[in-house]
């Protein structure tokens, strides 16, 4: 998703152009555009006045279409691009982990292609800072599994902290408190024989296939059991909340890989796993 110089030049221009440069602009190309009409179309005009109004809508069509393009773009400040990333978080992402995650809100009859492994999900965030959305999911044991999704325009991140009651099988004492990261799947050669990575090889293995670096660290807890955290971070070239496909996209891929890294996890470790708060 490579961009030009140029082309990030131009929109970081648009978005710091005045917004009433931008209605200026509009009401004099609009009244060029109402002026070149009427010269053209109204009856009893000269050839001459037709031939301006023919020329002056060759300019001001243009420049009235570029305006309203750099409108749309002057007002997309601070507080509306907190907006876009906000509803992203907590209401895309959310409910895409919910159809994934959850029993339908509704009666379901037939088995599930895809098995629920929860059963109720909330979602917490503050108000005042939109980058972040938590959301906690509860199984049928009451179990608290903790995700952190975060997102700032030209990224995103996916938290996962598990609780495991003893360390995987492989796993030794002077791997913890250490950190391991994996930046492609030029690194799974590697990265396939930490036993951590086993937990779940195969969401690791497709997110790193779709771009993702994996970030995973390990600490012990005080009754001999261990505190892992895994984190998925793609960032990106291109803004990609202002397109609808890249958002569905993303929120999409997003819920996959979590609904598959628990489902990898309850099954490869059906009796070692206490919970997953943060």
Known sequence: MARSDTEST??????????WAGIT??????????????FLLAPGMSDALRSAGGQLLVVSLPALALTIGVMGASVARTERIDGMVAKFLRQTVGDKLE???L????????????????VRMDRHFRKEISSYCHYHLFDAQD??????????????????????????PGFEPAM?????????LDDWSGASTNPLIALAPLTFHGSMAEGYTLYIRADPVEDGGLRVNFDLRQKLDENFLTSPYLRRYFSEDAAI??????????????????GGEF
């Not at 999704?149 to 009651?165: G, M, R």
Request: glycine share 4%; aromatic share 14%.
């Open 103 to 118: 029993p339908p809100k509704h009666g379901h009859t037939r088995p599930y292609a895809l098995p629920p492994p929860f």
């Open 257 to 274: 890989a979590i609904y598959f890294f628990y489902t990898e996890v309850f099954g490869n470790a059906p009796n070692n796993i206490r």
């Open 25 to 38: 602009a509009l009401s004099l190309l609009a009244g060029s555009v109402a002026l070149g009409f009427t």
């Open 10 to 19: 131009l929109r970081d221009s648009l978005l710091a152009l005045p917004l």
């Open 143 to 168: 179990r608290r599994f903790d995700i952190l999704v975060k997102s700032n325009v030209f990224n995103i991140e996916i938290s996962l902290p598990l609780h495991l009651a003893t360390p995987p």
């Open 176 to 184: 913890t408190s250490h950190s391991y990261n994996f930046d492609s």
């Open 99 to 101: 159809a994934y995650l």
